[in-house]
């Protein structure tokens, strides 16, 4: 952990978890995140099954028999007073994101690095706010993201179709 500094203090953009699809051919999930200041943007993040159903229960805000790791972070911090009070994608290095968790204490702020996945879970569950970095945001490839992202949600919602019909 360390103390907030200025390598930290670069402009920021709010966003929030949107949605979270399942990339059935390569066994990975890739949440989704929204901007919050009206503009129409969006910003996708791969990351592992098993992350992206820890990011797909706290979003739909399903309560497990037992805590999940994530909701044992939560505990924890509460338990001993620190309030998570946000969660930066801060840097891109080689296609893999990176991510800080802002911790306050006793008007101490402090910081924890974190695999995006773990970050965003973890906001989630603690309802603080989601930012991505001016310079992440500048570095992303961007080309036909659109058109991306709605073939797969087409492709989501005939599966999850599929599915239903299945179940009755």
Request: glycine fraction near 4%.
């Amino acid at each position: 952990m360390s103390q907030s500094d200025s390598p930290h203090n670069q402009p920021i953009v709010e966003y929030r978890v949107d949605r979270v699809l399942d990339e059935t051919s390569t066994d990975t999930r890739i949440v989704v995140l929204s901007r919050q200041d009206g503009q129409a943007d969006t910003f996708p993040i791969w990351v592992g099954a098993a992350e992206g159903h820890a990011i797909k229960l706290a979003l739909d805000t399903t309560v497990t028999p037992r805590p999940m790791s994530h909701d044992l972070i939560k505990s924890f911090a509460e338990h001993l007073g620190v309030a998570i009070r946000r969660v930066v994608i801060t840097d891109v290095k080689n296609s893999t994101y990176y991510a800080t968790v802002y911790l306050g204490n006793n008007g101490v702020e402090r910081t924890l690095d974190a695999r995006p996945s773990d970050a965003l879970s973890l906001a989630l569950r603690a309802r603080c706010p989601v930012y991505i970095t001016q310079d992440v945001l500048a570095r992303r490839s961007t080309a036909n993201l659109d058109a991306w992202l709605t073939k797969m949600d087409s492709k989501n919602a005939g599966a999850q179709q599929q599915q239903e019909v299945r179940e009755t």
